[in-house]
């Protein structure tokens, strides 16, 4: 199956820092989403993004589908910003039809005061 | 958060027991959709429904059966609950239009003892 990879898987940051978080896939996707899960564990959408640039506040996301990545941008990192980030797309190859998500491992992200 | 509830949001159980978590939507939403999420694996799809009485299997479905008689509620059930289903469950639903990105509930965290 279609393969999702994350880096890094854990990352600390002084708050007011600015982090990169990285989302390698394996085939092409017709769908790709970003979340960010808070340590209450409720899943929060950030992005859906299967190709180019968006931004929300101090979030953006690039997503280069022909090269088969995908790239969240924390700008002026925040106490709240801390829990795990997590990649998930659809494959036409892999239930993409049916809007089955495949899960990367996701990325740790604690922030410090 | 698409207005999905889940219920219980927290079961301990014994092993060889059943179980049944619910997922109720209000939005009337076709899609619908449970996974589980274990520590290293991020989350993975347990099954999937696509409008009433319509199923089919996820990554993870052994162990797992799932009704869907309404189109608000899609019912997960642990025919015979085992250690290894202890886990956190996530329903979600898939936006009929647009671009079918997907939402989660809170989850359930279920402790099988």
């Known amino acids: 199956g279609i393969q999702v990879e994350q880096s890094p898987p854990d990352l600390i940051l002084q708050e007011g820092a600015n982090s990169t978080l990285r989302c390698n896939f394996s085939?092409?996707?017709?769908?790709l989403q970003w979340f960010h899960q808070n340590p209450w564990g409720q899943l929060i959408n950030l992005f859906y993004?299967?190709?180019g640039t968006k931004q929300n506040g101090r979030l953006s996301a690039t997503t280069v589908a022909t090269e088969r990545y995908s790239l969240l941008y924390i700008s002026s990192s925040q106490t709240t910003d801390s829990g795990v980030y997590f990649c998930a797309v659809t494959s036409l190859n892999y239930g993409g039809s049916q809007g089955n998500l495949i899960f990367g491992k996701g990325t740790k992200l604690s922030v410090k005061p | 958060d698409a207005g999905i509830t889940q219920s219980p949001r927290h079961k301990v159980t014994e092993t060889g027991t059943p179980v049944t978590l619910r997922c109720h939507q209000t939005e009337n939403h076709r899609y619908m959709y449970w996974y589980r999420q274990d520590p290293g694996h991020g989350l993975r799809l347990i099954h999937y429904?696509?409008?009433?009485?319509?199923?089919d299997k996820g990554e993870v479905s052994d162990g797992y059966s799932v009704s869907r008689s309404k189109t608000e509620d899609f019912l997960l059930t642990l025919e015979s609950a085992t250690s290894s289903q202890t886990s956190v469950y996530f329903c979600?639903?898939?936006?009929?239009?647009?671009?079918?990105?997907?939402?989660f509930g809170p989850g359930t965290r279920l402790t099988v003892t």
């Open positions: 993004i299967p190709s």
């Open positions: 429904s696509y409008g009433v009485k319509d199923t």
């Open positions: 085939d092409s996707v017709n769908n």
């Open positions: 979600a639903i898939r936006r009929d239009r647009g671009s079918g990105e997907q939402y």
